[in-house]
């Protein structure tokens, strides 16, 4: 019957790269369509931009703690539009490695949007393409709620692209992109207000760290309302006027809304092709990220699993394997290490101290807090926390939650031996590499005593 393409991507973000190119490489005819810039939300809307903009503001801190070394600085000033130019600069030349990676690797792109047809149509505008397999990576969108004024506000998209730094900012929500966005704002001199529906932002998150991170950030300037709703939203001469549902009022210049991403599974045919979808609007799937239509496949933000990019890149390798490998292969969300680039930022994996407890009942917890080294001449008043969960029964570390400088980089590490089912009696027969924060992870000895 001669279809077009064994393959046929819709999105070309992290997980649709990564398969398209695998597949390629295997011999496989594969086309991607994409209607947006190469590389997806992480490269342009995410992970990379919000990177540099974490570095970019954590230098305002660096030019404070210089002086307790010796130095002295001259007078400092940002200039948002420069470190916007950068940006740019580093993100084309991204996306120009994209565009390389799958030209080189015989992929055909297709520039538009995609919708499916049927079991194994597509079509871009006015064209159909046939192809054996779908797969549909288009990722997730910024989700507001529909309050009166939100169109006074912005996502997270707008927010890597504004024309001016604003001076005052209220941010909405208490998930990742909230806590980093504060942090950015707030490391770049604005004031800086963050508005969270519950009693403690980042719901999920081991409560020591979710804590820790509630003391650290107002330290640094930014002030934290919890158990606050925005009710409404007025634009007025100086600035936006935000209601607060405990009757009080904040006046700011923008506000950032951070409150969850929803698949962007609306308008592709999906229906149509009888493709099942959940509650949210995602893609629903079976462990090989198969949906109900066999010849229809997803993965990545549009499947609503664990919406990271590693994550996404896991499941494009495992696909790959599945469908053209001949080896079934289930992507594997255990123990995946994860990062919060809040400052000061976080790394986790594994289970949280609640999580541990309702599925093994007794656990040992194993917590260290301390100023870093840094800090001893810097007098800056900043605690860096660690804390280990351990299974009694197996000695296992069932779960490793880090906040404090460089978390992210040591929780990679220690990532390893989680996922590898390491002991407490191993990481204690560790030897540790001295002086650093990390080596508190082979040296916490004493359990902490139940309350
Ligand atoms: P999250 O789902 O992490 O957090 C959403 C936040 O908004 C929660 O605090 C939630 O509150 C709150 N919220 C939701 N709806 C409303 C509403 N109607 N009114 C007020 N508050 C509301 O979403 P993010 O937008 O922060 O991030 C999206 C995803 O992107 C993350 O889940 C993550 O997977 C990924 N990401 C990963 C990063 C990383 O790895 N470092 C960085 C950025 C994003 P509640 O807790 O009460 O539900």
Redesign the pocket.
């Known amino acids: 019957m001669g279809r077009d393409f064994d393959l046929f991507v819709l999105g070309a973000g992290s997980g649709g790269v990564r398969a398209s190119r695998l597949a390629a490489g295997q011999g496989v005819r594969v086309a991607v369509a994409e209607d947006d810039r190469l590389g997806g939300t992480c490269v342009n809307l995410?992970?990379i931009p919000?990177k540099l903009f974490v570095l970019a503001s954590h230098y305002s801190e660096d030019f404070e703690d210089a002086s307790g070394y010796g130095w002295s600085v001259g007078p400092s000033s940002f200039d948002w539009p420069t470190l916007i130019a950068h940006k740019d600069e580093e993100i084309a030349r991204l996306n120009g490695v994209y565009q390389r990676l799958l030209d080189g690797a015989g992929v055909t792109r297709i520039s538009g949007r995609a919708r499916i047809v049927d079991a194994h149509t597509v079509e871009v505008g006015e064209r159909h393409y046939t192809a054996e397999h779908l797969l549909v990576a288009v990722g997730s969108w910024?989700h507001l709620?529909a309050i009166p004024g939100i169109e006074h506000t912005i996502s997270s998209n707008e927010a890597f692209a504004l024309e001016q730094l604003p001076k005052r900012a209220a941010i909405?929500?208490?998930?990742?992109?909230?806590v980093?966005f504060a942090g950015i704002f707030n490391g770049l001199g604005v004031e800086t207000h963050q508005i969270?529906?519950?009693p403690l932002?980042l719901?999920g998150f081991d409560d020591d760290l979710r804590k820790t991170l509630a003391e650290e950030m107002p330290k640094k300037g930014v002030s934290l309302r919890f158990e606050t709703?925005v009710t409404e939203i007025r634009r007025e001469d100086d600035g936006l006027h935000l209601a607060l549902n405990d009757g009080s009022h904040l006046v700011v210049d923008e506000v950032l809304y951070?409150?969850?991403?929803i698949p962007k599974t609306k308008d592709l045919g999906l229906e149509r092709a009888g493709v099942a979808l959940g509650k949210i609007g995602e893609i629903l799937v079976d462990p090989y990220s198969q949906t109900n239509v066999p010849s229809i496949w997803a993965l990545g933000d549009v499947t609503d699993r664990m919406?990271?990019t590693p994550v996404a890149l896991a499941e494009a390798v495992a696909f790959v394997r599945t469908v053209f490998g001949g080896e079934p292969t289930r992507p594997d969300h255990t123990n995946v290490a994860?990062?919060?680039?809040s400052q000061p930022p976080i790394g986790t994996v594994g289970l949280t101290e609640t999580e541990a407890r309702a599925q093994l009942g007794e656990i040992d917890v194993y917590r260290s807090s301390f100023r870093p080294i840094k800090h001893t001449l810097t007098g800056r008043d900043e605690m860096t926390a660690m804390k280990l969960l351990v299974d009694p029964k197996s000695d296992r570390v069932v779960g490793a939650h880090m906040i404090g400088a460089d978390a992210p980089e040591i929780l990679q590490g220690i990532g390893i031996a989680v996922k590898l089912g390491a002991t407490k009696a191993q990481f204690d027969a560790t030897i540790g590499i001295h002086p650093t924060a990390a080596e508190e992870f082979v040296t916490m000895r004493e359990k902490v005593q139940e309350e």
């Open positions: 995410g992970c919000k910024p709620p909405v929500g208490g998930g990742y992109i909230g980093e969270y529906r519950g932002f719901r709703d951070a409150t969850g991403r919406n990271l994860t990062a919060v680039f």
